[in-house]
């Protein structure tokens, strides 16, 4: 039984680490209907640049307690730059061109910024600085530590705010009057450009916050980190049902739950046929599976056009 | 004189491999191979996302799949050595059954939903490949397979020296002459199906889906042999990559090799067949011209700053941005694509846009 | 920019044509191939100037072959650590007429371009490369001074029985970490050990919480994990979390210095295997580090490997008097020679016989020698 719980544990911590990042894609592609695959190099960005930050601030002997926010801090400046610049330069010119324009740009900012980062930061590992004195607690003969119940809590936290935002601003309004008619919402004195631009402002900061809670877990951070990262997070946010913010939560748990179940499992329920080789077949089997059958998603209340 | 132009273009054909070894040595007529390779691959990608305007993002598991079917029956694997000629158009077949497979039930779905799905199933792929060695052992797994048979023209394999009429031919010599003629054959069923009534209907699915549909167009099924044909060019390429390099293994086939061949499409530019080989020829030979940047950064700046493979990829994901943004019909565009994409008459961009913003809604 | 490229392109082919007009009677000209560019540019360099320490000291002994007096001449090429480079630089080296090949470093290059190499009589002795498919191929020019995985395989498994019967294993499904474990799996068992657990993960991953809870449940006295250190560290860190105290190790792909700045506090009793003696046990360590240091600084690890690679071709062309393929090949074979290595000889399909492994562990943020392997000495 410690063994399933375990697993559910382990589940959740990464499904909610999926959940922020499926956030970007959801958001962007509420607005845009644009698969933003450069998202999952902004967390990558969000993560290099928060522990290079805080490397360099601990070695200057600067306490973790200002440490530790001064490199979130920086991670979300440098992650809105790059998101808004790649908002600018590669998606608005196409904004009316043929769909397959702008995801093949998505596809090339993706693939520069990977590359971009990899001659900055060199082929190397970086290590997260060990600020965060790890403590494990017993529960029902499973463990957590405290770096994990930190990420679940700033998760929940970001993505409450984030309802808040979407639901009871102003801002959130025009969001919402975006993704329903971009054409209306503009004529209703919603400025298009602003909104949009506003997206990815909040999906980059978001993306900064994922990247640094990602980087002080797993203790590294690499330029081609964020390329499947992104990919699995996009499967959630379809699982969930793109668009729909409360879906990309979802869809992110699920897929966590799934693929550490699955992992833990699939051995045992194949009688040893099929091993966790195939933990990263999951993600692109619900990606193919929803799609296919059920493109809304769990939650998604838009019915995705079909062409 | 047209007959005259032909007849020097085949001359400078035959003739190429000898200028180039004379030239370059004879690692260029090896490379030269790949870049033959490397226009079936990309020619056979057009079609789907040249012709049809699907956007196919999983090409290379087609390549994996004929790479793999004839390395599996034509080497010490199984100790199966079925002849490559008997292999190779099963190979092509058996690609085209998956790209059948793959596009039936997902053809339905709107263009970026289709290329992230084409993009998991090539991942599947690959990841099935990496893993099929147990527990019984098919693709031997991450080793790959090695010692695949070579071509053989009766009884010759083709990675032997050879002599014809006085004339040396060596391994990557007579590989040529080989990928040659089978590029011309993909050339020419490439031109052929541009323009017969499936081109036509590929072209007007591109175009503007809902008015092909309502011309009488079964858009599904004309989608789906698109996806076929790209598949079985795919796979083609596979077997000939299989036989030519006598050793596979799932590294070859990742998701950048996918993205480095529609690369070449969209730089040479989409739907435009010569363009389409410019480009594939372009970004095979690019690896090697910058093999001279390292010691070129040296004599300008004195020191190596940028590793001249980091520079591949960075390229190679410029010149999609540039290109989607400033020269969408690519490097050498078809003469009507490029007056659909960049119309002089400012007017009739508008007209266009409207209808097409009608249609979308 | 194009017709700068073109200029380029030029200028180079001129230059690539300059040696076969350079090219006197007395020149034998042997490759060298590794990856100069890219992640892995140092140990290439590394396997260069092994080699090329190596040929300079033999040409200022001015050698002769067949009475004539004759000078070496390295030809280095880059293969990019790319499978399809590596067959594209040896076809050139086989044009350019070398008479041996010291190269390449990855297996995934040294298998594709060992086929070119065969197919043209030119033998080829790899510093580097481990896989053990690599001299399966029935290829007679095709050897390697490096023990290669099957031998590492096996004594990684023989010391995880001694620290427990429990062993589970996990692998990254590259042809590395998969052929490491499959001869872990294989030397446990033979040794009287029992693998109760086999859990797969990716050369991208960093989440192994999911295999790692599956693998405590199987009670385990320790864990070998087959991949890189990136893969590594993030797992025994986990493991930690985990409450697993099982001894963690692996093969050389973690027997790095990175494992350790990555790991962390968790790296600290971790062990881990590397073909080869450490550089100061080496027979001729302590004067190859002196005279390498000298002229090139460090020695990474391939350096005396591709040293001695280079002495050991020399030395069959000298021993045969012939720089010919042909008639220095069997010679190769025979090859009986101390080198900075320590005792060279090949087995029948070019592996170097008794190759010594050599077991490491992480005290106090340092990877320290254990224990050798086999090898001859162990005899």
């Given at each position: 039984m410690d063994v399933l719980l375990q697993q559910l544990i382990n589940g959740l911590i990464l499904g909610s680490l999926y959940a922020l990042v499926a956030l970007g894609y959801t958001m962007v592609y509420g607005i845009l209907?644009?698969?933003?695959?450069a998202h999952g190099e902004i967390v990558m960005v969000g993560a290099m640049v928060s522990v290079s930050v805080l490397a360099a601030l601990t070695a200057a002997g600067v306490p973790v307690a200002l440490a530790l926010p001064l490199a979130l801090a920086a991670a979300v400046v440098v992650c809105v730059v790059t998101g808004v610049l790649v908002e600018r330069v590669a998606y608005r010119p196409l904004?009316?061109?043929?769909?397959?324009a702008p995801l093949i740009t998505a596809i090339g900012v993706s693939i520069v910024l990977q590359n971009l980062a990899m001659i900055f930061w060199g082929r190397q590992y970086l290590s997260f600085p060990p600020v965060i004195e790890v403590q494990v607690y017993d529960v029902l003969g499973a463990t957590v530590s405290n770096v994990q119940i930190l990420i679940f809590v700033v998760a929940a936290l970001t993505m409450g705010g984030l309802l808040l935002l979407v639901n009871r601003t102003r801002l959130g309004r025009a969001m919402r009057a975006t993704a329903q008619n971009r054409e209306v919402a503009g004529l209703m004195g919603v400025d298009v450009n602003r909104v949009i631009a506003a997206t990815f402002i909040v999906g980059s900061a978001l993306a900064a916050v994922a990247g640094l809670l990602i980087a002080s877990y797993y203790g590294i951070a690499h330029y081609n980190m964020g390329f499947i990262l992104g990919l699995k997070a996009f499967s959630a946010a379809v699982l969930g049902g793109i668009g729909n913010i409360p879906g990309a939560l979802l869809g992110g748990l699920l897929l966590g739950v799934i693929e550490s179940l699955g992992a833990g499992y699939i051995g045992d329920l194949t009688g040893g046929f099929l091993?966790?080789?195939?933990?990263?077949i999951f993600a692109f089997l619900i990606l193919i599976l929803v799609l296919t059958f059920r493109p809304s998603g769990l939650l998604g209340e838009r019915v995705a056009d079909r062409a | 004189m047209a007959w005259a132009a032909f007849g020097v273009l085949a001359v400078l054909l035959i003739a190429l491999p000898f200028l180039v070894e004379a030239g370059l040595g004879r690692t260029w007529v090896r490379i030269l191979d790949f870049a033959m390779l490397y226009v079936m691959l990309a020619l056979g990608l057009n079609i789907v996302v040249?012709?049809?305007?699907l956007l196919d993002l999983g090409y290379v598991a087609f390549y994996a799949v004929g790479a793999y079917f004839y390395a599996i029956l034509a080497s010490?694997?199984?100790g199966l050595h079925l002849p490559f000629w008997a292999l190779l158009p099963m190979g092509a077949g058996i690609a085209c059954f998956f790209g059948v497979l793959l596009g039936t039930?997902?053809?339905?779905?709107r263009g970026d939903y289709l290329a992230i799905v084409t993009l998991g199933f090539g991942e599947i792929i690959r990841i099935f490949l990496n893993n099929l060695?147990?527990?019984?052992?098919?693709?031997?797994?991450?080793q790959g397979i090695n010692m695949i048979d070579p071509v053989r023209i009766g009884g010759h394999a083709l990675t032997r020296p050879i002599e014809i009429l006085g004339v040396q031919l060596s391994g990557p010599h007579a590989h040529y002459y080989l990928f040659l003629g089978l590029t011309l054959f993909v050339i020419f069923a490439a031109i052929r199906l541009q323009h017969s009534r499936i081109g036509r209907a590929w072209a007007a699915i591109r175009e503007d889906e809902v008015a092909a549909e309502a011309m009488g167009i079964h858009t599904r099924n004309v989608k789906l042999l698109a996806f076929a044909m790209g598949a079985t060019f795919g796979g083609l390429g596979g077997g000939l990559f299989a036989a030519f390099q006598g050793f596979v293994s799932?590294?070859?086939?990742?998701l950048m090799e996918s993205i480095m061949i529609l690369c070449m499409v969209v730089l040479g530019g989409m739907g435009h067949i010569p363009g389409v080989i410019l480009g594939a020829v372009l970004l095979t030979m690019l690896p090697e011209a910058l093999r001279y940047v390292g010691p070129l950064q040296q004599e300008l700046?004195?020191?190596?700053?940028?590793d001249p493979a980091d520079l591949r990829m960075l390229l190679f994901g410029v010149a999609l941005v540039l290109v989607m943004l400033f020269?969408?019909?690519?490097?050498?565009?078809s003469p009507m694509r490029a007056r659909e994409l960049r119309p002089d008459n400012p007017d009739q961009v508008r007209q266009e846009q409207e209808s097409l913003y009608d249609a979308e809604r | 920019m194009t017709s700068k490229l073109l200029i380029t392109l030029v200028l180079g082919a001129a230059s690539w044509s300059m040696p076969a007009w350079l090219t006197a009677a007395e020149t034998i000209e042997i490759g060298c191939v590794a990856?100069?560019?890219?992640?892995?540019a140092h140990l290439g360099k590394d396997i260069e100037n092994g080699a090329r320490l190596a040929v300079d000291t033999i040409n200022a002994s001015t050698p002769t072959i067949g009475g004539q007096p004759v000078q070496f001449v390295l030809l280095v090429e880059d293969d990019q650590a790319d499978p399809k480079t590596a067959t594209v630089v040896a076809q050139k080296l086989v044009d350019e007429g070398v008479k041996g090949v010291v190269g390449h470093l990855n297996s995934g290059a040294s298998i594709p371009a060992s086929r070119i190499y065969a197919e043209n009589g030119v033998p080829q002795v790899s510093p580097a490369s481990t896989a053990v498919a690599y001299t399966n191929?029935?290829?007679?020019?095709t050897y390697r001074l490096m023990a290669n995985d099957s031998q590492q395989g096996k004594a990684l498994g023989q010391y995880a029985t001694r620290l427990g019967k429990r062993v589970v294993v996990v692998d990254d499904r590259t042809a590395y970490g998969q052929g490491l474990i499959d001869e872990v799996v294989k030397s446990v068992e033979a040794s009287g050990?029992?693998?109760v657990g086999r859990e797969y993960t990716t050369d991208?991953?960093?989440?192994?919480t999911a295999i790692l809870t599956s693998l405590k449940s199987k009670r385990p006295d320790v864990v070998v994990f087959g991949g890189m250190d990136p893969q590594a560290a993030p797992m025994v860190r986990q493991m930690r979390t985990l409450g697993m105290k099982t001894p963690f190790m692996g093969g050389d792909?973690?027997?790095?210095?990175e494992f350790i700045k990555l790991a962390g506090?968790?790296?600290?009793?971790a062990i881990g295997s590397s073909p080869g003696l450490p550089l100061e046990q080496m027979p001729g360590g302590a004067d190859f580090t002196k005279r390498f240091g000298e002229r090139?600084?460090?020695?990474?690890?391939y350096a005396p490997f591709s040293h001695d690679s280079a002495v050991v071709l020399i030395q069959a062309m000298l021993r045969a008097g012939s720089a010919e393929p042909k008639q220095y090949l069997p010679e190769l074979a025979k090859t009986q020679l101390d080198g900075v290595i320590g005792p060279i000889a090949f087995d029948a399909k070019g592996d170097l016989r008794d190759g010594p492994v050599t077991l490491y562990q992480v005290k106090s943020g340092q990877w320290q020698p254990v224990e050798t392997i086999g090898g001859p000495a162990a005899k």
């Amino acid at each position: 039984m410690d063994v399933l719980l375990q697993q559910l544990i382990n589940g959740l911590i990464l499904g909610s680490l999926y959940a922020l990042v499926a956030l970007g894609y959801t958001m962007v592609y509420g607005i845009l209907e644009l698969i933003n695959f450069a998202h999952g190099e902004i967390v990558m960005v969000g993560a290099m640049v928060s522990v290079s930050v805080l490397a360099a601030l601990t070695a200057a002997g600067v306490p973790v307690a200002l440490a530790l926010p001064l490199a979130l801090a920086a991670a979300v400046v440098v992650c809105v730059v790059t998101g808004v610049l790649v908002e600018r330069v590669a998606y608005r010119p196409l904004r009316n061109a043929p769909r397959l324009a702008p995801l093949i740009t998505a596809i090339g900012v993706s693939i520069v910024l990977q590359n971009l980062a990899m001659i900055f930061w060199g082929r190397q590992y970086l290590s997260f600085p060990p600020v965060i004195e790890v403590q494990v607690y017993d529960v029902l003969g499973a463990t957590v530590s405290n770096v994990q119940i930190l990420i679940f809590v700033v998760a929940a936290l970001t993505m409450g705010g984030l309802l808040l935002l979407v639901n009871r601003t102003r801002l959130g309004r025009a969001m919402r009057a975006t993704a329903q008619n971009r054409e209306v919402a503009g004529l209703m004195g919603v400025d298009v450009n602003r909104v949009i631009a506003a997206t990815f402002i909040v999906g980059s900061a978001l993306a900064a916050v994922a990247g640094l809670l990602i980087a002080s877990y797993y203790g590294i951070a690499h330029y081609n980190m964020g390329f499947i990262l992104g990919l699995k997070a996009f499967s959630a946010a379809v699982l969930g049902g793109i668009g729909n913010i409360p879906g990309a939560l979802l869809g992110g748990l699920l897929l966590g739950v799934i693929e550490s179940l699955g992992a833990g499992y699939i051995g045992d329920l194949t009688g040893g046929f099929l091993g966790s080789h195939y933990q990263d077949i999951f993600a692109f089997l619900i990606l193919i599976l929803v799609l296919t059958f059920r493109p809304s998603g769990l939650l998604g209340e838009r019915v995705a056009d079909r062409a | 004189m047209a007959w005259a132009a032909f007849g020097v273009l085949a001359v400078l054909l035959i003739a190429l491999p000898f200028l180039v070894e004379a030239g370059l040595g004879r690692t260029w007529v090896r490379i030269l191979d790949f870049a033959m390779l490397y226009v079936m691959l990309a020619l056979g990608l057009n079609i789907v996302v040249g012709f049809a305007g699907l956007l196919d993002l999983g090409y290379v598991a087609f390549y994996a799949v004929g790479a793999y079917f004839y390395a599996i029956l034509a080497s010490p694997q199984f100790g199966l050595h079925l002849p490559f000629w008997a292999l190779l158009p099963m190979g092509a077949g058996i690609a085209c059954f998956f790209g059948v497979l793959l596009g039936t039930p997902t053809l339905r779905l709107r263009g970026d939903y289709l290329a992230i799905v084409t993009l998991g199933f090539g991942e599947i792929i690959r990841i099935f490949l990496n893993n099929l060695n147990a527990p019984v052992n098919v693709t031997n797994g991450p080793q790959g397979i090695n010692m695949i048979d070579p071509v053989r023209i009766g009884g010759h394999a083709l990675t032997r020296p050879i002599e014809i009429l006085g004339v040396q031919l060596s391994g990557p010599h007579a590989h040529y002459y080989l990928f040659l003629g089978l590029t011309l054959f993909v050339i020419f069923a490439a031109i052929r199906l541009q323009h017969s009534r499936i081109g036509r209907a590929w072209a007007a699915i591109r175009e503007d889906e809902v008015a092909a549909e309502a011309m009488g167009i079964h858009t599904r099924n004309v989608k789906l042999l698109a996806f076929a044909m790209g598949a079985t060019f795919g796979g083609l390429g596979g077997g000939l990559f299989a036989a030519f390099q006598g050793f596979v293994s799932p590294e070859s086939f990742t998701l950048m090799e996918s993205i480095m061949i529609l690369c070449m499409v969209v730089l040479g530019g989409m739907g435009h067949i010569p363009g389409v080989i410019l480009g594939a020829v372009l970004l095979t030979m690019l690896p090697e011209a910058l093999r001279y940047v390292g010691p070129l950064q040296q004599e300008l700046i004195g020191r190596v700053a940028v590793d001249p493979a980091d520079l591949r990829m960075l390229l190679f994901g410029v010149a999609l941005v540039l290109v989607m943004l400033f020269r969408p019909q690519g490097l050498w565009p078809s003469p009507m694509r490029a007056r659909e994409l960049r119309p002089d008459n400012p007017d009739q961009v508008r007209q266009e846009q409207e209808s097409l913003y009608d249609a979308e809604r | 920019m194009t017709s700068k490229l073109l200029i380029t392109l030029v200028l180079g082919a001129a230059s690539w044509s300059m040696p076969a007009w350079l090219t006197a009677a007395e020149t034998i000209e042997i490759g060298c191939v590794a990856p100069l560019t890219g992640p892995q540019a140092h140990l290439g360099k590394d396997i260069e100037n092994g080699a090329r320490l190596a040929v300079d000291t033999i040409n200022a002994s001015t050698p002769t072959i067949g009475g004539q007096p004759v000078q070496f001449v390295l030809l280095v090429e880059d293969d990019q650590a790319d499978p399809k480079t590596a067959t594209v630089v040896a076809q050139k080296l086989v044009d350019e007429g070398v008479k041996g090949v010291v190269g390449h470093l990855n297996s995934g290059a040294s298998i594709p371009a060992s086929r070119i190499y065969a197919e043209n009589g030119v033998p080829q002795v790899s510093p580097a490369s481990t896989a053990v498919a690599y001299t399966n191929q029935g290829f007679d020019t095709t050897y390697r001074l490096m023990a290669n995985d099957s031998q590492q395989g096996k004594a990684l498994g023989q010391y995880a029985t001694r620290l427990g019967k429990r062993v589970v294993v996990v692998d990254d499904r590259t042809a590395y970490g998969q052929g490491l474990i499959d001869e872990v799996v294989k030397s446990v068992e033979a040794s009287g050990g029992k693998v109760v657990g086999r859990e797969y993960t990716t050369d991208k991953s960093t989440d192994f919480t999911a295999i790692l809870t599956s693998l405590k449940s199987k009670r385990p006295d320790v864990v070998v994990f087959g991949g890189m250190d990136p893969q590594a560290a993030p797992m025994v860190r986990q493991m930690r979390t985990l409450g697993m105290k099982t001894p963690f190790m692996g093969g050389d792909g973690m027997q790095s210095a990175e494992f350790i700045k990555l790991a962390g506090p968790a790296a600290q009793g971790a062990i881990g295997s590397s073909p080869g003696l450490p550089l100061e046990q080496m027979p001729g360590g302590a004067d190859f580090t002196k005279r390498f240091g000298e002229r090139f600084g460090k020695v990474q690890i391939y350096a005396p490997f591709s040293h001695d690679s280079a002495v050991v071709l020399i030395q069959a062309m000298l021993r045969a008097g012939s720089a010919e393929p042909k008639q220095y090949l069997p010679e190769l074979a025979k090859t009986q020679l101390d080198g900075v290595i320590g005792p060279i000889a090949f087995d029948a399909k070019g592996d170097l016989r008794d190759g010594p492994v050599t077991l490491y562990q992480v005290k106090s943020g340092q990877w320290q020698p254990v224990e050798t392997i086999g090898g001859p000495a162990a005899k």
